[in-house]
């Protein structure tokens, strides 16, 4: 155990669980249940089996899985063996996953039993690798990951802490290769008190995870239920009707979506079959909600209290909370309630002009992040983590703007700003304004080249069931709300939108569709 001197460490919830309620349930995994006496004993085993496998201080190991209690195994485990996290994007093809094994030279390597198919071509991609561990088939020179751990000798717990590595988790890599983000034991428990303290740690409280647990957000989210002593509940992929499904059977009080599953949920035919009444805090983030699609999911489940998270892999995903107090009638005469919230306790804000001065409330600016739960910098990128920490603040990318208050709200990412014709505008504002649509069930802006404006917005929609694309009407309705230098030039539907595995829309792929476009129509 650790000693008067020991920082934050990532196991200590754990410690904590096991010593006050050893037989209350921790985990739901479909049919399965486990208590935390047996989640104890199986993350002391994994860690003795790591240990043994050749896991020194500071090593990393990666899991390749779906959303299961292999993922608590996991992190509680590797953190107990002193280990650091590579968790794997589940949505990247063997060469992409090769390269983040091998950038960090990770060797143990976990992969559940849907993915075990990969094992051979990540054998022969990634070198580095010394050790595979598979709950699937077993594959030739892997071990099967439940008898190694039924085998294993449990070990006392290593206690890596404060500003010991405890993850690198790779960014999405729409701009190159990905990055490997260096968040640290104090960064993530910063994080996780934040998020847990927006809420009461009530007896009974349930978390259900559905967003991939590879994300900071989803991973924030078990850390921060770990210290509200909640049960955990995975489903294995956000499937809208298993989802619910699971609240209703499970009694959930806790979940996060982000707005794209929030849609799905609504829009399911079998949405109003389902009691989703436990639900007692719902936390959307990880990308922008329109206020449309809020504004309904406040009417289809009244008894929630809505919680928005804004952050990053960069900060551990959240430097800003808009609680439930927020979503009230006075934060939506005031506006209040379309804004992300005020920094946490473990977050400071600026909002920065391009020379670096501070911008004054109300008006648009860099977001500037610095306090414990920022990254210590990329793994082997010493100028991109120059660039991302400047004189201890984080430049986040994000344009914003914060009120007097202290609230914050997002305008754009920078690289998602539109210059038409010298004048700047926002993607949020002009989404903001199609979604209000009746006939519009997903939307997202863009930048198109023009030749004589220089950029033009470019409008790409999902047009609800029973509806029909129609740009003249689609534009008198932007126009009630927002200037006609803002209003989409283009539009293009589509049947389904890009989206990346954590549920963001890729306007990175909508973007570079829409450059090809323009030049497919200008080479005629």
Same mark, same amino acid.
């Given at each position: 155990?650790?000693?008067?001197?020991?920082?934050?460490?990532?196991?200590? $919830?754990?410690?904590?669980?096991?010593?006050? +309620?050893?037989?209350?349930?921790? #985990?739901?995994?479909?049919?399965?249940?486990?208590?935390?006496?047996?989640?104890?004993?199986?993350?002391?085993?994994?860690?003795? *089996?790591?240990?043994?496998?050749?896991?020194?201080?500071?090593? =990393?190991?990666?899991? @390749?899985?779906?959303?299961?209690? +292999?993922?608590?195994?996991?992190?509680?485990?590797?953190?107990?063996?002193?280990?650091?996290?590579?968790?794997?994007?589940?949505?990247?093809?063997?060469?992409?996953?090769?390269?983040?094994?091998?950038?960090?030279?990770?060797?143990?390597?976990?992969?559940?039993?849907?993915? %075990?198919?990969?094992?051979?071509?990540?054998?022969?991609? /990634?070198? #580095?690798?010394?050790?595979?561990?598979?709950?699937?088939?077993?594959?030739?020179?892997?071990?099967?990951?439940?008898? /190694? +751990?039924?085998?294993?000798? $449990?070990?006392?717990?290593?206690?890596?802490?404060?500003?010991?590595?405890?993850?690198? *988790?790779?960014?999405?890599?729409?701009?190159?290769?990905?990055?490997?983000?260096?968040?640290?034991?104090?960064?993530? #428990?910063?994080?996780?008190?934040?998020?847990?303290? %927006?809420?009461?740690?009530?007896?009974?409280?349930?978390?259900?995870?559905?967003?991939?647990?590879?994300?900071?957000?989803? &991973?924030?989210?078990?850390?921060?239920? *770990?210290?509200? =002593?909640?049960?955990?509940?995975?489903?294995?992929?956000?499937?809208?009707?298993?989802?619910?499904?699971?609240?209703?059977?499970?009694?959930?009080?806790?979940?996060? @979506?982000?707005?794209?599953?929030?849609?799905? +949920?609504?829009?399911?035919?079998?949405?109003?079959?389902?009691?989703? %009444? %436990?639900?007692?805090? *719902?936390?959307?983030?990880?990308? $922008?909600?329109?206020?449309?699609?809020?504004?309904?999911?406040?009417?289809? &489940? $009244?008894?929630?209290?809505?919680?928005?998270?804004?952050?990053?892999?960069?900060?551990?995903?959240?430097?800003?909370?808009?609680?439930?107090?927020?979503?009230?009638?006075?934060?939506?005469?005031?506006?209040?309630?379309?804004?992300?919230? =005020?920094?946490?306790?473990?977050?400071? !804000?600026?909002?920065?002009?391009?020379?670096?001065?501070?911008?004054?409330?109300?008006?648009a600016g860099e977001i500037l992040v610095r306090g414990e739960s920022v990254m210590t910098g990329y793994w082997n990128r010493p100028q991109e983590t120059a660039d991302a920490l400047q004189a201890g603040w984080m430049h986040t990318g994000d344009l914003g703007r914060m009120d007097e208050a202290g609230y914050l709200y997002i305008m754009d990412r920078l690289k998602d700003m539109i210059l038409t014709g010298g004048e700047n505008v926002y993607s949020a504002e002009v989404e903001a304004a199609l979604a209000s649509h009746p006939s519009v069930q997903q939307c997202a802006v863009v930048a198109r080249p023009d030749e004589r404006w220089g950029e033009v917005v470019?409008?790409?929609?999902?047009?609800?069931?029973?509806?029909? !694309?129609?740009?003249?009407?689609?534009?008198?309705?932007?126009?009630?709300?927002?200037?006609?230098?803002?209003?989409?030039?283009?539009?293009?539907?589509? #049947?389904?939108?890009? @989206?990346?595995?954590?549920?963001?829309?890729?306007?990175?792929? @909508?973007?570079?569709?829409?450059?090809?476009?323009?030049?497919?129509?200008?080479?005629?």
């Amino acid at each position: 155990m650790p000693d008067a001197r020991t920082g934050a460490y990532l196991t200590q $919830p754990l410690h904590r669980l096991i010593r006050e +309620l050893p037989n209350a349930i921790a #985990t739901v995994d479909r049919g399965r249940r486990r208590t935390w006496a047996q989640v104890g004993d199986r993350i002391a085993r994994l860690a003795g *089996l790591l240990i043994d496998a050749g896991l020194r201080p500071g090593d =990393r190991v990666a899991l @390749l899985a779906q959303n299961s209690d +292999l993922y608590l195994d996991y992190m509680l485990g590797v953190w107990w063996a002193g280990g650091v996290l590579n968790p794997v994007n589940i949505r990247w093809t063997v060469d992409e996953i090769a390269f983040s094994l091998t950038d960090c030279t990770t060797s143990i390597l976990i992969v559940d039993d849907h993915f %075990s198919p990969m094992i051979p071509a990540l054998r022969a991609a /990634a070198p #580095t690798l010394r050790l595979i561990l598979t709950t699937g088939p077993a594959a030739p020179e892997c071990v099967d990951y439940e008898s /190694a +751990l039924a085998a294993a000798t $449990p070990v006392t717990d290593r206690v890596r802490n404060g500003e010991d590595l405890a993850a690198i *988790l790779y960014t999405g890599g729409t701009t190159g290769r990905p990055k490997g983000v260096m968040l640290t034991h104090r960064a993530l #428990t910063a994080s996780a008190m934040s998020h847990a303290g %927006s809420g009461e740690c009530a007896p009974g409280a349930c978390m259900m995870h559905t967003a991939p647990l590879f994300h900071v957000g989803a &991973m924030a989210g078990v850390i921060a239920a *770990l210290l509200r =002593r909640s049960r955990h509940v995975f489903v294995p992929a956000f499937e809208p009707e298993a989802v619910m499904g699971a609240i209703q059977h499970n009694g959930v009080t806790d979940v996060f @979506l982000v707005p794209t599953m929030i849609q799905a +949920l609504l829009d399911h035919p079998r949405f109003p079959d389902h009691d989703l %009444s %436990s639900i007692e805090r *719902l936390i959307y983030a990880a990308s $922008p909600i329109s206020p449309a699609l809020l504004d309904r999911t406040v009417a289809a &489940m $009244p008894r929630a209290g809505f919680v928005q998270a804004y952050g990053m892999t960069e900060t551990s995903a959240i430097v800003t909370l808009l609680g439930p107090s927020d979503h009230d009638p006075a934060a939506y005469a005031s506006g209040r309630v379309r804004s992300v919230g =005020r920094a946490t306790m473990s977050a400071e !804000l600026r909002i920065a002009a391009p020379d670096g001065c501070d911008m004054p409330p109300g008006e648009a600016g860099e977001i500037l992040v610095r306090g414990e739960s920022v990254m210590t910098g990329y793994w082997n990128r010493p100028q991109e983590t120059a660039d991302a920490l400047q004189a201890g603040w984080m430049h986040t990318g994000d344009l914003g703007r914060m009120d007097e208050a202290g609230y914050l709200y997002i305008m754009d990412r920078l690289k998602d700003m539109i210059l038409t014709g010298g004048e700047n505008v926002y993607s949020a504002e002009v989404e903001a304004a199609l979604a209000s649509h009746p006939s519009v069930q997903q939307c997202a802006v863009v930048a198109r080249p023009d030749e004589r404006w220089g950029e033009v917005v470019h409008a790409v929609l999902v047009i609800r069931p029973g509806h029909a !694309l129609d740009p003249q009407a689609l534009t008198a309705h932007c126009r009630q709300s927002i200037a006609g230098y803002k209003c989409p030039r283009s539009f293009e539907q589509r #049947t389904v939108m890009p @989206l990346s595995a954590a549920g963001k829309i890729l306007k990175a792929t @909508l973007r570079d569709d829409a450059r090809r476009l323009e030049s497919g129509s200008s080479s005629h």
